[in-house]
Nanobody
Framework: VQLQAFGGGLVQAGGSLRLSCAAS????????MRWYRQAPGKQRELVAA???????NYADSVKGRFTISRDNAKNTMYLQMNSLEPEDTAVYYC???????????????WGRGTLVTVSS
């Protein structure tokens, strides 16, 4: 099982980016999916999370600007980021609770991260 995040890049303040996170491999099902980010010199923080039932929650710093979504049929999660600010500059990581076909318990998986840089 693998998670791969992509879609990062350089954008000016006020601009938008859309991140994607695709899960692949021998997947039985996926529970919660999350986006985290880690800015230089700071600890990793939770940005947004979404359940299989599409319930979502956000960090206060991104509420109203970011939207998390997922396509359960494609095992893919998205993060639409609007009105980006320089403070959003970070490496963004996707995380998911996945149960593989070989196991009966959920395990935590992480993607390698994608860099988002917002210039002022």
């Amino acid at each position: 099982v693998q998670l791969q995040a992509f879609g990062g890049g350089l954008v000016q303040a006020g601009g938008s980016l859309r991140l994607s996170c695709a899960a692949s491999g021998s997947i039985r099902d996926i529970n919660a999916m999350r986006w985290y980010r880690q800015a230089p010199g700071k600890q990793r923080e939770l940005v947004a999370a979404i359940t299989t039932g599409m319930l979502s929650n956000y960090a206060d710093s991104v509420k109203g600007r970011f939207t998390i979504s997922r396509d359960n049929a494609k095992n893919t999660m998205y993060l639409q980021m609007n009105s980006l600010e320089p403070e959003d500059t970070a490496v963004y990581y996707c995380n998911a609770e996945i149960r593989s076909r070989e196991r009966w318990v959920f395990s935590d998986y992480w993607g390698r991260g994608t860099l988002v840089t917002v210039s002022s």
